[in-house]
Each structure stands twice: as structure tokens, then as C-alpha cells.
């Protein structure tokens, strides 16, 4: 159908002008002639850029334009567009003459328009003239009317801040109650599994334990070690004014265990594999992988959420204990070379400091906060929007949430221990 | 065919048409797996090419490669007569302004609103004014068929045919030369689909667009493209209108074109096609 159509098309622009088309979508005129083609930048730029002329004959005046009415002309395309307006206002009819233009695409088209309607407005009866059949195509394909964009209302500053400020009270509630109803579930799901053991996803536990727990092993014992040499070294340094020295051995034993073994484990662990828990998860409800497994007539709360809680409750218990281990070693090294205690001296005043208790304190703590950190990242995760900023923005919130929430624990659990004097 | 139709729209061009895509000897591989062996294929200006191949043939590939997205192996590609691979960065950047890419899954930034995706390019890459811009990106919309309500929708708000119309606008954004189309009509209704070749065929021919189409929509082969690129075996096997298509030998054309959907389709369009392609 097209090709009959351009025939006809080059008929009338024979017609019409006497000559021959000038094929104008692209090629101009100009560059015909022209050494080797060097694409249309070059003869974009021959075309020169938007100009216009005018001629007053009678009560009619006419404004030529020539060159390229294109988007590359940026800030010129609108400037000239404005001119034809200021030129044109004051006359009773304007006719705007199209047949020396090198090229137009939608923009200058749509510049033209703008610049027509405003004079009609103005009360000026603006018109085109000479544009070649696609130009005309491309002036009637713009000659839209295009609503401006909605203002928004304009507001009281004291008012939206009370609005943001009650909206974010009750999203905290409502996250509340989300979270409360995502503990339900899964410890419904936790029942259903024991319920019915055969539902419950081994592989994929022991993989997530490998991913969380044992990956994580290097940093944990780095961290670790650092922090119970940096201990024992300030605990040595102070306490020497007081000839206390040794007691810095009960320092690195009772702070390590009981707070600092399982605080910074599951410090890292929210970093570490929380963000990425929220991320994989983010990721499938993006690309609906969590709606196709609830069309399976799966839970994604067991075939998810469920392995990775427990991967996590099972690791950081155990990372706990080698973060124990590490930060005392720590300490040891610090106290046997920077503070004079032997090894062997360290471990026999380490053995007076400490009870049972003291590590079993932190190692009691740590299934709950795995329990915490895995709950808020599956949940932020189910809970990612259709877009990349949305999915950015839960692993953030996960991550902020989970270590707030874990040093809040420990906050909750210190004061527990610390009333049944355990 | 299509060389009588386009000699008869651009008869002031000398004869020899404007090659806007030339891919000359292009290897691809994955690996051991060679997708792109040897391949050439020129795209002339003001035509649309439409390029058909089997699934896991590599149509995408050749795209992908076309556009640089990919790493080739050997061979050399040529855009709007310029090898890619010798251009200084700077104007490589320029080339890369000349073309618009419709990505089969729309690629629409999912954290700005459609507006603001049609007038990221525009923004990015010339200097206007934000209410030419606002002005711009609803003519856009306007020519793509969507309605203005849908400007400050994000993407993940919109239907499936709403996303590639607004991929679309997005790929229009700086009145580009060249289109490249990755299976524009896919996941559209029929009167949806129908609506989107005609509209590329309108463009086409108003901005004088090329258009390099992947597709599967036999359809639009027919009714928009003016040549059709068969691609088989990492080789384009067979180029040509698809009056030549339909007319060749070759086993996988011929199971291509003639197969059970093809052939209803030719039967049910056979008297049509006079009038898209001259005698």
C-alpha cells in the first residue's frame, strides 16, 4: 500500500512545485552534489540552522523559514519557534512558509505548532504554507493539544510536615502488625513441617547454611580477632594506671562472651547475608518467580522464607562460638605481648572470670537474632516493588532494621539476664 | 521489489541506495558455541528490514552485536558508514544518538515515570527547555498511542503493550535515523500489533526512519516490512521482499513461510499484497 502511496505523493509534489521532489525527510537537497556522504550529521549541518525571514505584503505577512527545523538544534529550534510568534504578533494573518526548509522532524514540527496555536490565540490567523506531503504528515501528526502537566497544589509547609510526620507513625504500626502476622506464618509453616516432615527442604538448608554460615567464616574470625586485641589492649592500657593489668583478662573474657562475640556476628551477618536474602528475594518478586510459586500451589514461606530462617538460626550460633574463640585469641596474643601476660597465665585467669554462664549467655542470644534478621530480610524482600529503587530501598530498610532490632534485642536481653542474675 | 518502491519515493538520490547497516563476515561466539558465523547483511536507508530466524538462532545476537552490546569475535560492522570499533570515544557517543533501540522487554527505567524515561535521552543529550521537553514527551506518547494520563505512571503500572508503546517513545525520544525493534509486536493483541506496524510504517515514512525489526509476526512482515533477512546456521540464508521469500527453494523459507500459520495467513492475505508491492 505504501509504495503506491508515495507515488501518488511524488505526482502531486510534481504538481504542486514543477520540479522534481527534493527528497527531504533526510537528504538534503544540498548534499547531493556533495563529496563522499559522510551520514547525515554532515549534511544536518549544511542544511544550516533554523532561520527565518519576513515580508509584509499587505495585511498578509509571510515568514520564510529555511534551514533544519530539527531537535539537534537544541535551544535554537525553540528560540527561532518564539520568533515566529513575536514576528507574527500585531498582523492580522501570518503565513508561514514551509517550501525552503531543509529538514524537519517531530520536534520542529511540534515548535511549529506551538508557535501557530500561540498567534491563533493572539488572534492571528497563522497558517502554513509549501510544506512538502511528509512535512504536512508530520505537522497534522503533531498538531495535538497538549494539556500542561498538573500543578500540585500548593500546600502549608506546617501541614504537610504533621501529614509526613502522622503518615510515618502509622506505617511503623503498620509494620509492626506486618511483622507480627510474617512471625505467624511462619511459625505456622514451621508446625505444618513438623507436622509433615516431607515438606521440609533439606538441600536448600544445607546449602543456605554453607552460603551463611560457612562463607562467612573467614570475616567473622578477621573481625573477631581484631576486636579482641583492640580490647585487650585498651583494657592493659587503662587499667596499668591502676596496676590492674591483669584484670584485663576478666575484661576481654566477660565482654567478649557475653556481648561482643554474638554482637558483632550478627552485626555482619545482617550486612552480610541479609542484604543479600532481601536482594534474592526482592529479585523473584520483581520478575514474578514468587507468584509462580504460589500458582504451583507452593508457600513461598516454606519454599523460601522457612530454609533461610533456619540456616540462619543454625549459623550464627555456631559463628558465635568461633567469634568467641577468635576474639579471646585475640586477646591472648595483645595481653602476651603488649601487656606481659604468658599464655598460660591468661588462660588460668580466664578460667577464674569466667563461668559456664558467661558464654552460654551470648551463645543463647544468638538463635534470636538470627531469628530477627532472617524475619525482617525475607519480609522486606516479599515486600519489593516492580522497580530497581524499590528493591534498593528494601535491602537498605532490611539491613538498617536488622541491626537496630539486634542491638535492641541485646539491649532487651542484658537487662533480662541481668534480673534473674544469670 | 522494494528497489522500484523506493526508487520511486526517492527518485532525486542517486541510484545507488545508502547503506545505513553493513555487517560484513561477523563471528560470534559463545565459547565453543559459534552463534554468528560469517554473516553479512547490509540495511539500506529508508527501508524496513524485517529479520525472521528461528529461536536460539541468534536474531538477538546479531542485534545485540549490532549495537555493540556485545563483543565479536572477528568481522567488521559498519553504521551509517562508520566502523564502531575505529571511532574515538566522543564520537562514537554522537553515532549512538543517531539510533533508537525498542528492547524486547521494553528495558524502561523502573524508577522514573514514562515521561521522565522519554525525556531521559533528551535530557541527557540536548540542551531545551523543560516545557519543550513535557511538550515533546506528550507528542511522543500521543504518537505512540498511549494516553497522557499514562506520563506519570511508572513502569510497573502499565500493561504489557503499554510498556513497548512507551519503550517505543522512549526510542523515538531524539528523532533517530535508525530503529532497532526487538520484537515489537510480541505480547500484543492483533489490534494492538496492527496498530503498532502502521504506526512504524507512518513513521517511516514521515521521519524517512530505517527500521531494523526482529520479529516473529508474520503479519508484519507483511505489511510493513520492504525487505525481509532470514537468518539460519549463524548465515543470513536469504534476503529479499517477501514476495522472494515466499517464492524461494530454500527448506527452512519454505518451512518458515509455508508452514501451517504461514500459509493460512498468505491464503488469507494473497489478494492483498498487490497493492503493497508493485509489479
Known amino acids: 500500500m505504501r509504495s503506491t502511496l508515495a507515488i501518488g505523493e511524488d505526482k502531486t509534489i510534481r504538481k504542486l512545485f514543477g520540479h522534481a521532489p527534493r527528497f527531504s525527510a533526510r537528504p538534503a537537497p544540498a548534499i547531493a552534489r556533495n563529496e563522499p556522504r559522510r551520514g547525515v550529521m554532515a549534511t544536518e549541518l549544511e542544511a544550516g540552522p533554523p532561520e527565518l525571514s519576513r515580508r509584509d505584503s499587505g495585511d498578509v505577512r509571510r515568514i520564510a523559514l529555511t534551514g533544519a527545523w530539527i531537535l539537534r538544534a537544541s535551544r535554537l529550534l525553540e528560540r527561532k519557534a518564539d520568533e515566529i510568534i513575536s514576528q507574527g504578533r500585531g498582523a492580522r494573518a501570518v503565513v508561514v512558509d514551509m517550501s525552503a526548509i531543509a529538514n524537519l522532524d517531530t520536534a520542529g514540527a511540534l515548535a511549529l505548532n506551538r508557535a501557530r496555536n500561540e498567534l491563533v490565540r493572539a488572534g492571528v490567523a497563522a497558517s502554513f504554507e509549501g510544506a512538502r506531503p511528509e512535512h504536512q504528515i508530520l505537522i497534522k501528526q503533531t498538531a495535538i493539544e497538549i494539556a500542561p502537566p498538573p500543578r500540585p497544589e500548593p500546600t502549608n509547609l506546617f501541614v504537610d510536615l504533621l501529614a509526613d510526620l502522622g503518615l510515618s507513625v502509622v506505617n511503623a504500626l503498620r509494620e509492626y502488625y506486618r511483622g507480627m502476622g510474617f512471625l505467624g506464618e511462619f511459625i505456622a509453616a514451621i508446625g505444618r513441617i513438623l507436622v509433615r516432615p516431607d515438606l521440609f527442604r533439606g538441600t536448600s538448608l544445607v546449602y543456605q547454611i554453607e552460603m551463611f554460615g560457612f562463607r562467612s567464616i573467614p570475616i567473622i574470625v578477621l573481625i573477631n580477632l581484631a576486636v579482641g586485641a583492640i580490647v585487650a589492649q585498651q583494657g592493659i592500657f587503662q587499667l596499668a594506671r591502676f596496676g590492674a593489668t591483669i584484670y584485663s583478662v576478666d575484661l576481654i573474657g566477660i565482654l567478649v562472651l557475653r556481648e561482643l562475640g554474638v554482637l558483632l556476628t550478627s552485626i555482619m551477618i545482617a550486612g552480610r547475608s541479609g542484604s543479600a536474602i532481601t536482594a534474592e528475594i526482592g529479585s523473584m518478586k520483581m520478575r514474578e518467580e514468587i507468584d509462580a510459586l504460589r500458582v504451583m500451589g507452593l508457600s513461598p514461606i516454606e519454599v523460601l522464607v522457612v530454609p533461610r530462617v533456619l540456616a540462619l538460626i543454625v549459623s550464627i550460633p555456631l559463628l558465635t562460638f568461633i567469634a568467641d574463640m577468635a576474639a579471646l585469641f585475640g586477646g591472648l596474643l595483645v595481653s602476651w605481648g603488649y601487656g606481659d601476660i604468658s599464655p598460660t597465665t591468661f588462660l588460668v585467669l580466664l578460667k577464674d572470670a569466667i563461668g559456664v554462664n558467661t558464654f552460654l549467655v551470648g551463645l543463647i542470644k544468638a538463635p534470636f537474632m538470627a531469628l530477627v534478621i532472617g524475619l525482617i530480610s525475607t519480609e522486606d524482600g516479599l515486600a519489593t516493588l516492580g522497580s530497581a529503587e524499590s528493591l534498593g530501598r528494601q535491602v537498605t530498610a532490611a539491613v538498617v532494621k536488622s541491626i537496630f532490632m539486634v542491638i535492641i534485642l541485646d539491649g532487651l536481653f542484658a537487662m533480662f539476664f541481668a534480673a534473674i542474675h544469670y | ?279
Not at chain 2, 558465523?37 to 538477538?60: A, I, N, W
Not at chain 2, 543517531?98 to 540542551?127: D, K
Not at chain 2, 505512571?153 to 528523532?175: N, Q, T, Y
Not at chain 2, 531494523?212 to 548465515?235: E, I, N, P, Q, W
Open chain 2, 1 to 279: 521489489m522494494s528497489d522500484h518502491a523506493n526508487a520511486a519515493r526517492e527518485p532525486a538520490t542517486t541510484s545507488a541506495k545508502e547503506i545505513v547497516i553493513s555487517v560484513r563476515d561477523l563471528v560470534v561466539q559463545f565459547g565453543e558455541h559459534r552463534v554468528m558465523d560469517g554473516l553479512d547483511l547490509d540495511v539500506f536507508r529508508g527501508e524496513v528490514l524485517g529479520f525472521v530466524g528461528g529461536s536460539g538462532q541468534g536474531k538477538s545476537v546479531l542485534m545485540r552485536a549490532i549495537l555493540g552490546l556485545l563483543r565479536k569475535r572477528s568481522g567488521v560492522i559498519r553504521l551509517f558508514g562508520q566502523d564502531r570499533d575505529a571511532l574515538p570515544p566522543r564520537q562514537l557517543r554522537a553515532l549512538e544518538q543517531r539510533w533508537g533501540v525498542l528492547f524486547q522487554n521494553g528495558a524502561l527505567f523502573s524508577g522514573l515515570t514514562v515521561r521522565q524515561n522519554i525525556q531521559m535521552p533528551m535530557r541527557e543529550n540536548r540542551n531545551i527547555s523543560q516545557r519543550f521537553m513535557d511538550d515533546l514527551a506528550m507528542l511522543k506518547l500521543d504518537l505512540v498511542g498511549l494516553p497522557p494520563d499514562s506520563a506519570d505512571k511508572l513502569p510497573a503500572e502499565l500493561s504489557g503493550g503499554m510498556v513497548k508503546r512507551a519503550a517505543l517513545a522512549r526510542a523515538l525520544a531524539l528523532d533517530p535515523e535508525l530503529v532497532f525493534l526487538d520484537e515489537p509486536t510480541s505480547g500484543l493483541d492483533p489490534i494492538g500489533a496492527a496498530e503498532f506496524d502502521e504506526l512504524i510504517g507512518t513513521l517511516q515514512k514521515t521521519l524517512g526512519l530505517t527500521v531494523f525489526m526482529v520479529t516473529h509476526d508474520l503479519d508484519s512482515l507483511y505489511s510493513v516490512c520492504d525487505r525481509v533477512a532470514a537468518l539460519s546456521g549463524g548465515k543470513v540464508i536469504g534476503v529479499g521482499s517477501m514476495r522472494e521469500m515466499l517464492a524461494s527453494d530454500q527448506p527452512w523459507l519454505r518451512a518458515y513461510f509455508h508452514g501451517t500459520r504461514g500459509s493460512r495467513l498468505i491464503g488469507s492475505l494473497g489478494r492483498g499484497m498487490g497493492g503493497r508491492e508493485p509489479a
